[in-house]
DNA sequence: ACTTGCCTTAGAGTGCACTTTAAGGTGTTT
DNA sequence: AAACACCTTAAAGTGCACTCTAAGGCAAGT
């Protein structure tokens, strides 16, 4: 009834190669159904876990916390808190890091119109980029990060 | 006059280890100074150069690419335009990574709320996390990512 | 018959950015 | 005199997550 992929084909669905695929199998992250001849299928079922799998992997978690979080999983409700847990870390985590890299790309922006400035001479020659920051420090900043 | 750091003191304060300051000196990254005994130090100006570097990483630019920006810098003025071109690619680039994790973050604030539902009873046992995304995926939602 | 797609295990290779070691040295401080 | 902070070059090691090769073998399609 419900449609099945073998690796090459489900390998193009999710956007992981089969080496990949086998691979998280190793580690223990996916499980393969197989056939009579002992070749690997996945279900419709398998397309939503890998996808989310990448959700979390796009999210910065590493492979060794998958492992951990998938080992919780298959002992069931009793660790819904813990995994709950592991995934708002997951998310604080990332959070701050885009935060992190927002206060970067800030800077960036500014030496961006720096150059623009440079460029159509609305900022002097001798203005220096150090200089030019100032104006958008004036308080209130921290040192560093 | 302005003051000097070798480059254990300066190492702390802008915290990368001596041997990555050496690392990046190699790559042409960073210019020190040297003293009359051939030890190199370190000034105001490398310091906000430094963290100029660190802005740069911070937003995913590669060495590679920073070795780049540093050799167009040595070229002068008449680099301005490229330089300026290539830090607005790196600027889009992070931008792009950062509304692609935020997609990732929506999907695993909503897990993290249907665990919460489970824990708390308001989801029925019964119900799965792809049928509880549902109603966040009515219409509009591209298939992937 | 041959090609294609899949299977196995074990191990090597890749890319990036460090990080450390080895094995020698100089100069300053305690 | 010993400890400490620094210097050199060249090379090896680390961590992560793949990525690929080798070398064998099955089963279905053309």
Not at 17 to 41: K, P
Not at 50 to 55: A, K, S
Not at 59 to 81: F, H, P, S, W
């Amino acid at each position: 009834m419900t449609k099945q992929y073998r690796i090459g084909a489900f390998s193009k669905l999710v956007g992981l190669s089969a080496y990949t695929l086998r691979y998280y199998e190793d580690q223990g992250l996916i499980v393969a159904h197989r056939d009579a001849n002992d070749v690997r299928f996945y279900t419709e079922a398998d397309i939503r876990w890998v996808g989310f799998i990448l959700h979390l992997k796009g999210t910065g978690m590493r492979l060794n916390d998958l492992k951990r979080y998938v080992r919780l999983r298959a002992q069931g409700d009793a660790t819904i808190e813990e995994r709950r847990d592991m995934l708002q870390k997951v998310k604080d985590d990332a959070e701050a890091d885009i935060a992190e890299l927002q206060m970067h790309l800030q800077v960036l922006g500014h030496k961006i119109d720096w150059y623009d400035g440079k460029v159509d001479q609305t900022i002097a020659d001798t203005e220096s980029f150090h200089d030019y920051l100032q104006q958008f420090n004036e308080q209130g900043a921290d040192k560093d990060g």
